[in-house]
């Protein structure tokens, strides 16, 4: 049976390492405020003047992911990049990184779940590798959202929260009658609620991209309903893990590591309290990257590999919400 195996990860942030205590200078907040509210004490975003894109992030991610797993660029069958904020509009952010990677003629796609992107990606993985369409795919999240953040206290829900960086996984398919890789995913949408976290520019529905009313009505600038969001997470996350487990024939004791899209401390606690995982059993690093969204999870998993905190054998629960809205999970065994 062919299985879909992460081969190895990388991830990569900017230089700039931003405080709670730099953001006091620009808005009314503090660092206890932002902490007791979201968890971040920091972040990393690009600094201003440099001429970085999304794609140069997630280049640097897959130079790192590319070497561990000893593959060449020109060997990858896809590309599947997962950003909400692309270098441009059009075209998308898999294309000039596939250029500057060297992967001449290699195909590549772009995703637009954001928080989900992880989940999204994984899932489209393994059906190019099962379908034996592809072999080796390099799944990239990444995101250079600090150029769009609005540094006054009337949007600092959105200030504190959002962060620039990439993780990469490279996905290969692997020949095995071992029951590992990914072994169920699980994805959910919900229109209904695409207007509780959005990002207007440049695209409308109707009218100009670009106006002085669009400017004037701040759609530049994300929007998110936070108090909506957080109580659509803690309830669809965990509901989300149950239906998982059930599809994977699992109980909640089979999975040793569970590693959430990094949106809100304040989420995961709520999710592993309710779910009754020991804290050992989960990570979190959103206190020193803040919400990378489409890299939030493969920069988790990044660091629980590089610190040898699961091994082959150990089975891990990802799971993600975000815009869309869109929400759901994996469970992958390593191998």
Same mark, same amino acid.
């Given at each position: 049976?062919? *299985?879909?195996?992460?081969?190895?990860?990388? &991830?990569?942030?900017?230089?700039?390492?931003?405080?709670?205590?730099?953001?006091?200078?620009?808005?009314?907040?503090?660092?206890?405020?932002?902490?007791?509210?979201?968890?971040?004490?920091?972040?990393?975003?690009? /600094? =201003?003047?440099?001429?970085?894109?999304?794609?140069?992030?997630?280049?640097?991610?897959?130079?790192?992911?590319?070497? *561990?797993?000893?593959?060449?660029?020109?060997?990858?069958?896809?590309?599947?990049?997962?950003?909400?904020?692309?270098?441009?509009?059009?075209?998308?952010?898999? @294309?000039?990184? +596939?250029?500057?990677?060297? @992967?001449?003629?290699?195909?590549?796609?772009?995703?637009?779940? +954001?928080?989900?992107?992880?989940?999204?990606?994984?899932?489209?993985?393994? @059906?190019?590798? &099962?379908?034996?369409?592809?072999?080796?795919?390099?799944?990239?999240?990444?995101?250079?959202?600090? *150029?769009?953040?609005?540094?006054?206290?009337?949007?600092?829900?959105?200030?504190?929260?959002?962060? =620039?960086?990439?993780?990469?996984?490279?996905?290969?398919?692997?020949?095995?009658?071992?029951?590992?890789?990914?072994?169920?995913?699980? %994805?959910?949408?919900?229109?209904?609620?695409?207007?509780?976290?959005?990002?207007? %520019?440049?695209?409308?529905?109707?009218?100009?991209?670009?106006?002085?009313?669009?400017?004037?009505?701040?759609?530049?600038?994300?929007?998110?309903?936070?108090? /909506?969001?957080? /109580? %659509?997470?803690?309830?669809?996350?965990?509901?989300?893990?149950?239906?998982?487990? +059930? /599809?994977?024939?699992?109980?909640?004791?089979?999975?040793?590591?569970?590693?959430?899209?990094?949106?809100? %401390?304040?989420?995961?606690?709520?999710?592993?309290?309710?779910?009754?995982?020991?804290?050992?059993?989960?990570?979190?690093?959103? +206190?020193?990257?803040?919400?990378?969204?489409?890299?939030?999870?493969?920069?988790?998993?990044?660091?629980?590999?590089?610190?040898?905190?699961?091994?082959?054998?150990?089975?891990?629960?990802?799971?993600?919400?975000?815009?869309?809205?869109?929400?759901?999970?994996?469970?992958?065994?390593?191998?």
């Amino acid at each position: 049976m062919i *299985r879909s195996i992460i081969k190895s990860t990388g &991830r990569y942030v900017p230089d700039r390492h931003v405080t709670n205590h730099e953001l006091t200078e620009f808005m009314d907040t503090t660092n206890e405020w932002i902490v007791q509210r979201t968890g971040i004490e920091a972040r990393y975003w690009v /600094k =201003d003047g440099d001429d970085v894109g999304t794609s140069d992030l997630a280049f640097n991610a897959a130079k790192i992911a590319l070497e *561990r797993a000893n593959w060449k660029p020109e060997e990858l069958d896809l590309i599947v990049f997962a950003t909400m904020t692309p270098d441009v509009y059009v075209p998308g952010s898999g @294309a000039i990184l +596939q250029d500057k990677l060297g @992967a001449k003629n290699v195909p590549a796609i772009d995703i637009r779940q +954001q928080c989900t992107g992880f989940i999204h990606g994984l899932e489209i993985c393994d @059906a190019y590798i &099962r379908s034996e369409k592809a072999k080796k795919i390099l799944l990239v999240g990444a995101e250079y959202q600090s *150029r769009y953040v609005e540094l006054t206290t009337a949007n600092r829900d959105t200030a504190i929260i959002f962060a =620039d960086g990439a993780g990469v996984a490279c996905i290969e398919a692997l020949e095995t009658t071992d029951d590992v890789g990914i072994i169920a995913s699980i %994805l959910y949408a919900d229109g209904k609620y695409s207007q509780s976290l959005k990002f207007g %520019l440049p695209a409308r529905k109707s009218g100009r991209a670009i106006s002085s009313a669009l400017v004037e009505n701040k759609e530049h600038f994300p929007y998110m309903d936070g108090k /909506k969001v957080f /109580k %659509l997470a803690v309830t669809r996350l965990p509901k989300s893990a149950e239906a998982l487990l +059930q /599809k994977a024939k699992m109980s909640i004791e089979d999975i040793d590591m569970f590693i959430l899209h990094q949106a809100n %401390l304040r989420i995961n606690e709520a999710f592993r309290e309710r779910m009754n995982i020991p804290e050992e059993n989960m990570y979190n690093n959103i +206190q020193r990257y803040g919400n990378t969204t489409a890299a939030t999870i493969r920069i988790a998993f990044d660091e629980v590999l590089e610190k040898q905190m699961v091994t082959a054998g150990d089975t891990i629960m990802f799971l993600g919400l975000g815009a869309g809205l869109t929400w759901g999970g994996v469970i992958y065994k390593m191998v």
